[in-house]
């Protein structure tokens, strides 16, 4: 009768660690692959242009506008005016913001495109710049878009500077 009353314990079954420790490692080689390949080895390197000397930037204006979900975008707009004699067929403008100390607190470097009027009236439409070169004597309104400004800018128009020139 003692043995209907004591209750045995069965054996918990040897679990089999070996597909667990598979699939861990193939987890791990895919991760390491994706990382590999996906990084970034030779960043975009701002290169300047000895020509650059030759495109005047002006009448810069930095902008806000409220988009369609509620974000703040904010844009740089201003006249690039091509006194050389080939035709600026794209570029990257580098962008350096300060604060009231004079300090960097943010450096981007960002594709330029132009402004051109829309055919059909209303807002201008921004295209890239290699269907709206910039020719030899030519100004022309650039603008790019800018996702995020640190909450210490100045507020003042930033250090600009025209690099990776694309020029025919």
Not at 47 to 58: E, F, G, R
Not at 111 to 122: A, M
Not at 136 to 160: L, N
């Amino acid at each position: 009768m003692a043995d209907i009353l004591t209750t045995t314990k069965p054996e918990a079954p040897e679990r089999n660690w070996t597909p667990f420790i598979v699939g861990l490692v193939a987890v791990l080689v895919v991760v390491a692959v994706v990382v590999v390949f996906t990084r970034n080895t030779n960043p975009k390197s701002a290169v300047v242009d000895p020509y650059a000397a030759k495109l005047q930037i002006s009448n810069a204006k930095v902008s806000a506008a409220e988009n369609y979900v509620g974000g703040t975008v904010t844009y740089l707009d201003a006249t690039i005016t091509n006194t050389g004699n080939k035709a600026l067929e794209g570029a990257d403008i580098n962008l350096v913001f300060k604060n009231t100390m004079d300090q960097i607190v943010q450096k981007e470097t960002l594709p330029l495109h132009v402004l051109v009027e829309n055919q059909l009236g209303g807002y201008p439409d921004l295209v890239d710049m290699s269907r709206s070169p910039i020719g030899p004597g030519q100004s022309k309104t650039v603008r790019t878009t800018i996702e995020h400004i640190s909450a210490d800018w100045d507020q003042a128009p930033p250090t600009m500077q025209l690099t990776n020139l694309k020029l025919k």
